[in-house]
């Protein structure tokens, strides 16, 4: 895989990815991640992981980790199309559906699977 760095809200995926990687964190919600991960992508940076790849619904969990080249480039348009119908999405599903309020041990479920999946995507 080529170079990269994590933009993430997760603080598990912060602490786990660190020390590897530059990370950039977000202390808000899952949509300010989707946004700040657009704006990089209007740099010049690529989506290396879809920043919807499980099948958590985006109502269901808070964390969100999304994986971006390092290197930037012209403006990647496939990546952009994928980051602007990720966050149409997203908006649909927290206008359509209610966000429940979860517990502290589901909230570090979520952040275990956010980065675990993430974990296998780079390696």
Not at 1 to 23: D, G, Q, V, W
Not at 42 to 52: A, F, N, Q, S, V
Not at 57 to 66: G, I, L, Q
Not at 81 to 93: G, L, R, V
Request: hydrophobic share 35%.
């Amino acid at each position: 895989m080529e170079p990269l760095f994590i933009i993430t809200n997760n603080p598990l995926s912060k602490r786990t990815f660190e020390a590897k990687y530059k990370i950039v964190y977000i202390d808000g919600s899952a949509m300010e991640v989707l946004k700040n991960v657009r704006d990089n992508i209007h740099l010049g940076h690529k989506l290396l992981t879809h920043p919807l790849m499980s099948s958590v619904k985006p109502n269901e969990t808070p964390y969100r980790t999304v994986c971006l080249s390092l290197n930037r480039e012209s403006l990647d348009i496939q990546s952009l199309e994928i980051i602007e119908s990720t966050i149409m999405t997203t908006e649909k599903f927290l206008r359509d559906f209610n966000t429940p309020n979860w517990s502290d041990k589901i909230l570090q479920d979520f952040q275990l699977i956010d980065c675990d999946l993430i974990n296998h995507a780079i390696n």
